[in-house]
Nanobody, 128 residues
Framework: QVMLVESGVVLVQSGGSLTLSCAASRLTSIYWTIGWFRQAPGKEREGISAISLSDNSTYYIDSVKGRLTISRDHAKDTVYLQMNNLEPEDTAVYYC?????????????????????WGQGTQVTVSS
């Protein structure tokens, strides 16, 4: 059973930065894709970034390009999401998820239905 455990700073001021981490276990195939999602209060879950573990190729939705960086530490089986210049609108529960269904990297979208395994979520609050 694949397990994903997220951690990271949960409270940050507007304009600040944070890095979320997603520690994965039992990802025995190189063909996994790890995605990051967020769900703000009253809104649907939104896929924001993904990384293919086969070649480290990445994807970002347009609204976060330039502010977010997804990366992985192969030795630690951990994927990171660095977020800069945070705004109150970034307040949400952030989830990482794992998928074996995404072929032909780089990822071209981050769609929740493609992901089978999910972390528990981390509440991130950006204060103004």
């Amino acid at each position: 059973q694949v397990m994903l455990v997220e951690s990271g700073v949960v409270l940050v001021q507007s304009g600040g930065s944070l890095t979320l981490s997603c520690a994965a276990s039992r990802l025995t195939s190189i063909y996994w894709t790890i995605g990051w999602f967020r769900q703000a209060p009253g809104k649907e879950r939104e896929g924001i970034s993904a990384i293919s573990l086969s070649d480290n190729s990445t994807y970002y939705i347009d609204s976060v390009k330039g502010r977010l960086t997804i990366s992985r530490d192969h030795a630690k089986d951990t994927v990171y999401l660095q977020m800069n210049n945070l705004e109150p609108e970034d307040t949400a529960v952030y989830y990482c998820a794992a998928s074996l269904e995404i072929e032909d990297p780089p990822p071209k979208a981050v769609i929740a239905d493609d992901y089978s395994y999910w972390g528990q979520g981390t509440q991130v609050t950006v204060s103004s």
